[in-house]
């Protein structure tokens, strides 16, 4: 930590047209052989401007020890700032309570948060509110982005992934409805103010956290500071946020293409000044209208269309049983019948009915009172389908690269079960994975049908993770 407050102290006083530490300034080097160096001095000339700097400017070092001559209060300051900055980083959900607690004091609060609480049962029936609300929970979990999948497959095989999920999605529940709360008391109060209902200053997107709730904060004490800490908060977030994009794409990427991984380094600043480059659009002065058609077509839609393929992938091409068999070896825990339920029927037909809707309701983009021109919704759309169609397009040469189907029939049929080398990568547990198993489901499309039966079934459903010997005959593997 003490090196975070030098190096805060250096980046304050770099921002200058000549380092101070290229020169030996009379202020802190008074009374020492302080010398510039250059191509033509040598170490023996003197005391480098640097070092001199470091010890009596930085430092302003004491003869010993024994003499520590008080507390440097400009190192102190330094240091106080980077415990802030750790503590904020860590602790985003006290800036949300200090936020929360500021606004419910605040008049007219009460009807932010009943606005906020209080649904209105008929727009329930809407279906537009559904999407939103999956929007919502993609963004907000990372599902069908691949940052869970990815995270994930950095656990140990025997972590307790289950337990994980649960604490995830409970505390990103939690976060979510004290946000809302923290938002809609202060535009509670700010429409209170202003004599209007709730309903007339809320902004959808951007415009709720730059624009009106940053007006809605000059209306606390002190606005100067709640400022601050709202927009380090989102600042942290978004921080969090594109971590994970980030690290999506260099480990699924250097998963793939090995070679990556042994120049992680180079890799990673190239990707990053790529999404760089990738972002100035952005910031040009129609830039929002691009971000615009980017967060619209190439967000929530898109989203909802991998969901419901890793719903039917998993859940019906993989199969359920299948998926609980695996659960069952790596935590030894049975899925409920809750889970299939969810997982196999509920989960893609609702997803599905959100997908379609959007289809059949789409509406050209607007920006306010701003229609997007046509070729606009056209990029938009052609976006879209990039992503979409990645599905289909991985699905077709998965079936085209089964060489020994000898017809479609029999590679769609080999595309759909797992291969060879599906399974735990460690090869003891990937050992006792086919052995277990062995006799309870087809893992590779080889097991004859009585291997399907209930009994059976009923049978392997039983198991635990202790090791298959001699004395569990039972679960002996009959692998071709």
């Known amino acids: 930590m003490l090196v975070m407050s030098y190096t805060l102290y250096f980046i304050g006083h770099s921002f200058t047209s000549e ?41 302003d070092i004491s003869p010993g020890i024994d003499q520590l001559n008080g507390i440097k209060w400009d190192l102190a300051l330094c240091l106080a700032i980077s415990w802030i900055i750790v503590i904020l980083c860590l602790l985003k959900d006290v800036i949300l309570i200090s936020l929360l607690i500021a606004g419910i004091t605040q008049e007219g609060a009460w009807d932010g948060i009943k606005f906020f609480i209080v649904p209105q049962w008929d727009k329930l029936l809407e279906i537009k509110v559904w999407q939103a609300a999956a929007g919502q929970m993609f963004f907000s979990l990372s599902v069908a982005m691949g940052g869970l999948i990815m995270f994930s497959s950095y656990n140990d095989f025997r972590h307790n ?6 604490i995830v999605s409970v505390l990103d529940t939690i976060t979510s409805i004290i946000s809302g709360l923290v938002i809609f008391s202060v535009l509670g109060a700010m429409a209170h103010d202003l004599d209007v209902n709730v309903a007339d200053v809320v902004k959808s997107g951007p415009g709720l956290a730059f624009v009106t709730y940053p007006e809605a904060l000059t209306r606390l004490p002190f606005p100067q500071v709640w400022s601050v800490l709202f ?6 977030l978004g921080l969090d946020s594109e971590f994970a994009l980030m690290e999506n794409v260099l480990t699924s990427l ?3 293409i090995p070679f990556l991984r ?9 990707t990053g000044f790529v999404c760089f480059l990738l972002g100035l659009p952005c ?18 839609l898109p989203l909802v269309f991998i969901a419901v393929s890793e719903c039917v992938a998993l859940m019906w091409i993989y199969g359920f049983d299948r998926f609980a068999f695996d659960i ?16 196999k029927y509920t989960s893609p037909i609702i997803l599905s009915l959100i997908f379609v809707y959007s289809l059949i309701n789409f ?12 070729w606009a919704d056209a990029a938009g759309i052609c976006l879209t389908l990039i992503i979409v169609l990645q599905v289909p397009i991985w699905a077709i040469y998965a079936i085209y690269k089964q060489n020994k189907g000898q017809n479609l029939k029999e590679r769609l049929e080999l595309s759909c079960i797992d291969s060879d080398n599906w399974g735990p990568k460690d090869k003891v547990l990937r050992n006792e994975w086919r052995t277990k198993y062995a006799n309870c489901l087809s893992f590779r499309g080889h097991d004859s049908s009585p291997h399907k039966e209930p009994a059976v079934l009923m049978k392997c459903q039983t198991i635990d993770k202790t090791t298959i010997s001699a004395d569990n005959p039972a679960f002996i593997p009959d692998i071709p």
């Open 262 to 270: 042994k120049h992680k380094l180079k890799f990673c600043i190239i």
């Open 283 to 300: 910031v040009t002065r129609g830039g929002q209208y691009v971000f615009d058609v980017v967060d619209n077509y190439g967000g929530s």
């Open 328 to 343: 069952n070896f790596m935590l030894g825990k049975q899925l409920g019948i809750y889970w299939k339920i969810t997982w």
């Open 19 to 59: 380092l101070p530490w290229q020169r030996c300034d009379p202020e802190w080097a008074n009374g020492t052989n302080c010398t510039v160096r250059s191509k033509n001095s040598t170490f023996a000339d003197g005391v480098s401007s640097s070092q001199v700097f470091w010890e009596r400017k930085v430092l």
């Open 254 to 256: 250097s998963d793939e």
């Open 161 to 166: 992934i289950f337990q994980d999920a649960m």
């Open 231 to 236: 927009f380090f908060m989102l600042f942290t």
């Open 363 to 374: 509406e050209p983009l607007k920006y306010g009172e701003y229609d997007y021109p046509d």
